[in-house]
């Protein structure tokens, strides 16, 4: 999830699309595609609101499944 993050820190628009395109390269399994695209518009979502609230409880929920697939797929 490190050039996830890397991207967003940087100011690259939210675009989930390109974020599963990629995860689809490395062939992650469709199973997990879901969880990251929640990660990605967590993210999204999280940057634009404050650090609590719905938004935020999301992006942490989301960010935990991310990570258990981070270390699957490095």
Wanted: negative net charge; hydrophobic residues 35%.
């Amino acid at each position: 999830m490190r050039d996830i993050d890397e991207t967003q820190e940087k100011g690259d628009s939210c675009n989930p699309a390109e974020i599963l395109e990629a995860a689809k390269e490395l062939n992650v399994p469709e199973h997990h595609i879901r969880p990251l695209s929640w990660y990605v518009t967590g993210f999204c979502l999280h940057n634009k609101a404050e650090r609590h609230g719905p938004a935020h409880r999301f992006y942490l929920m989301a960010e935990r499944e991310a990570e258990a697939i981070a270390v699957i797929y490095g």
